[in-house]
């Protein structure tokens, strides 16, 4: 691709550290009283598949909250794998949790510096969020980072890899998908969401996770310095 005009840019995973924390917590306390032989990654991914459904169904006039969407997806686990907890109580922890380390995380240690290099070049980042509005305003204000064009799944009553919000931050950009570079860590909202609407992106695989085969990156990277070997 031709250098980018622009960057749509994922945050959780992406800039700052993202949910896996909290997930583990709460899937550990599932474990521990589950009257099955359950593993920790076989209950996350039932949780992570559950929530990224109901984000994707919840649009428009059926949208909610991710926080909200995280909770219901919590006490569907609850019930799967047959647990005698208290799913208000186990959702209330991942509440406090979701405050915790949503609002307040922490941030790659490549972070600055690669976003400062990018506006030093005067390439315009539009960050697109799945995530409610507060938790973001937290999030950046904790890490003292701004941006001048912000799309979230509650502006747009939408979640990636639905197309709204893509939509809108083209909009916003004034520019069309080929002249964009998004850059994101979830194979599933992320890679698919943009090459779904043709837009060029960049993986960033902290985790060495397998290459998504349906939607293949245009670029990969281990963190966020990826987009400097593209734009410099």
Known sequence: MTQPRAILLDFYGTVVE?????????????IKTSSRAITLEEVRIYWVHTFQE??????????????????????????????????????????DYWDEYWGKPVIFPESRDVLAKVEELGIPVCMVSNIDNDVLDSALLHNQLSFDLVVTSEDCKS???????????LSLLN??????????DSAYSDVRGAKSLGIPVLWINRRKRTVPAEYEPDHISADLTGILNIIC
């Open 159 to 169: 979640y990636k890899p639905r197309p709204e919000m893509f939509d809108k931050a």
């Open 18 to 30: 993202e949910d896996r924390a909290p997930i583990v917590l709460v899937c550990n306390e599932i």
């Open 54 to 95: 109901m984000c994707f169904k919840s649009c428009g006039n059926t949208f909610r909250y991710e926080k909200e969407l995280g909770q219901e997806a919590l006490r569907e686990t609850v019930k799967r794998f047959d647990t005698d907890l208290d799913s208000e109580k186990l959702t209330q922890a991942l509440s």
């Open 175 to 184: 520019l069309s998908n080929k002249e964009v570079l998004h850059v994101g």
